[in-house]
């Protein structure tokens, strides 16, 4: 922060950062739920040492800087300091090969030959290389060691989160829009050169809130999951449990982000041709399918069942689910039954004979073929060498076509097939 702020990049209101600044500040910290209650959380704990909020500390900078949890690694540590400048490195220390618990130092150079440069506050310590602690050294008559566990830096540069969970078990935050943060974990008490520390992982996530809605996945158990809606207004939700669990991070009253038990749910529209995206179904589709808690391949209690029959998953990951309408259904209405381990949802689909849709080379959504497929390229129509079922795959159609030989070169030459009255989606080719 201090760095950022001598640069004249974020203010310094609250004084120049030191230690004794911001951990005054974080202890001081009260933010405002939505009754207008303070929400006092300057320092998380999940049962080890308190750990300072760090979407707190960013606010001491008048909430100027924005937050990244960099690539653990060297190179990672490398690049993420070439591009923002300083980085905050989380170690887990062994002394005498035991777990010793986390210490933190910052990344503030590279050398010439391409060790970061460190600032360590720990005088008993006092590395100034990184690698002293990748190597070992000796602090009276033990070892001590560090590896790289997480990394986080602070910068004008990136994004400001929207919401965060943390906890002391395995979890993970996922979406089906833009990803959030990966995991930053470290020993949860803090590495003294005297003593002993307890076993325990502090876990933190952030999301940025750009996609309406969010998964949370407890693998383990026992856990409690911690979640903050920054705001303002802020606001957090907890759940705690003794099995497994999954959560829909969401904001139901447009406002805060609150966790709640997952649920199946499909989108409003978001039943689409896998190719073309629009709303045109036919026997024999790949459909996409949007939404949340959606079923997984393989995963006990999921099913994809149209009019009663069993449909293959080819791709799901809880918020889109690929799979193909049976070739031998009729035209009309018919009810698509998805089950999952978060409930069941019906639909209703209305097919039409045909709906041709291109991917990029291979169609989707033609019927059998009695009636024939006509090609156009660039506005020239011609019966295609082949049309029939792609071999191997489930859904697919190849129609292989020629390329006239008059036919202008160009960027963005039209393709498109036509199968009696329905016409497929416009792909775009660039003929040299």
Known sequence: ?????????????????????????????????????????????????????????????????????????????????????????????????????????????????????????????GATRMNSYSNGFPLGSNLWRGTLAAAIQLSPRLNAPAFHAYSGSAFELASPAQPCSRVAAWPASFAHPGSAAPAGQFRVQFCDGSAPAYQAVVPEAPYLLTLTSLGPPASRTASSGAVPAAFRVARPSGENWVLSPEQIQVNAGAIVNAASFDGRLAPGTIVSIFGNGLPLAGQAGSSVRFEGQTLPVLFSNGFQLNTVLPAGAGAGL???????????????????????????LEGNGLSVVENPVVVSIGGVEQTPLFAGLAPGFIGLYQVNAQIPQNLVPGMAVGLQLRQGEAVSNLAVLTIR
């Open 1 to 125: 922060i201090r760095f950022h702020q001598q640069r004249g990049s974020v203010p310094a209101d609250n004084g120049l950062a030191d230690t004794q600044l911001l951990n005054a500040y974080l202890r001081a910290f009260c933010a405002s739920d939505v009754a207008g209650a303070p929400l006092c959380d300057g320092y998380l704990d999940t049962g080890g040492e308190p750990q300072p909020n760090l979407f707190r500390a960013i606010d001491f900078a008048g909430g100027a800087l924005g937050i990244g949890f960099v690539e653990p690694t060297l190179a990672g540590l490398r690049e993420a300091f070439a591009a923002n400048g300083p980085v905050i490195a989380a170690l887990s220390l062994s002394r005498d090969g035991q777990p010793a618990g986390a210490h933190f130092v910052t990344v503030t150079g590279l050398t010439a030959e391409g060790d970061l440069v460190i600032s360590d506050p720990q005088p008993r310590f």
């Open 334 to 360: 018919g009810s698509l039954t998805l089950e999952s381990a978060f409930g069941a949802a019906q639909l209703r689909l209305d097919l039409a004979e045909r709906a041709p849709a291109i991917f990029v």
